[in-house]
């Protein structure tokens, strides 16, 4: 998808990194540096899943450390429509805070593309991904705090019509795919879900446009997203030490350890005593000999 988008002169920021496979389950991926979104609210508690500001904060509090916050906010907004369009049409599904990223230099990038074509999770019978495509209201932020909503919706569709226009080329590629033996790609009725989401059937790209950008309302408006994220982050939390046990713990060590030094020099007094006891004893042996 970048590729193509490349040769249709629309550079959108993406980050495809590099997986060498080396057997059937086996294999390497390439390092990114960046944080992880879960690791960016857990700073604030709870309170960081629910501000709209996190990652603007973000962007505005390494900007001046890597690249001008212009810059940053211009690939932020590029990459995330990038992704919003290629997770859309490609159907990857398990999108919390834990399998999103950002860069220094404000690239946005999803990892972890283990749920595909729609084959999207469930816990309890509840459907998780009720959205084409991520987008919260804290990433949507960013592009309305730099007035860029129009750029951002442009971007867009543009992409997305950019792959409707080489839809074959993208079915063709999933359909050769099918014979690699991937769980959620292994079907005809897989490789449909990417052509379904492509839309092929409206008459011109106006119809396909208008239609994206109300997914990105969709997918803007959605509620359960957030709670989703409130309970993926209570999950995964790393609990607090508490201070007053640890200090607790401390004192009683350092008890102990002055414990074990006193009986250590009672330990030495009774072997001296005990030395001086057997001195006087051969004194007094030896005097009565004499």
């Given at each position: ?44 508690g709870v309170a960081g ?43 990857i599904g398990d999108r ?15 990892i972890d593309f283990g ?176």
């Amino acid at each position: 998808m970048d590729k193509l988008w490349l040769e249709n002169n629309l550079d959108l920021k993406l980050l495809p990194y590099k997986v060498c496979p080396t057997e059937l389950k086996a294999g390497f991926i390439e390092c990114l540096v960046g944080i992880e979104l879960d690791k960016l609210q857990a700073q604030d508690g709870v309170a960081g899943v629910l501000d709209r500001e996190l990652i603007v904060k973000y962007l505005r509090k390494t900007g001046k450390q890597s690249s001008p916050l212009e810059t940053k906010f211009d690939n932020f907004i590029k990459s995330l429509a990038g992704y919003c369009v290629a997770t859309c049409v490609i159907g990857i599904g398990d999108r919390h805070p834990g399998n999103i990223m950002i860069k220094e230099n404000g690239i946005f990038f999803h990892i972890d593309f283990g749920h595909i074509l729609g084959n999207f999770k469930s816990k309890f019978f509840i459907k998780r991904e009720r959205t084409p495509f991520l987008l919260t209201p804290m990433m949507a932020n960013v592009y309305s705090t730099d007035g860029k909503e129009e750029f951002f919706k442009t971007a867009c569709v543009k992409a997305y019509n950019i792959l409707r226009h080489n839809a074959q080329r993208l079915i063709n590629m999933f359909i050769i795919m099918s014979t690699a033996g991937m769980p959620e790609l292994c079907s005809m009725d897989d490789v449909r879900y990417a052509k379904r989401m492509l839309k092929l059937d409206m008459p011109n790209d106006e119809d396909a446009g208008n239609y994206f950008v109300g997914l990105i309302k969709q997918s803007k408006n959605d509620r359960f997203r957030l709670i989703d994220n409130i309970f993926h982050y209570y999950k995964h939390r790393k609990p607090k030490k508490k201070k007053g046990k640890d200090k607790d713990k401390k004192e009683d060590k350092e008890d102990k350890d002055k414990d074990k030094d006193k009986d250590k020099e009672k330990d030495k007094e009774k072997e001296k005593e005990h030395e001086n006891g057997k001195e006087n004893d051969k004194k007094n042996d030896n005097a009565i000999n004499n």
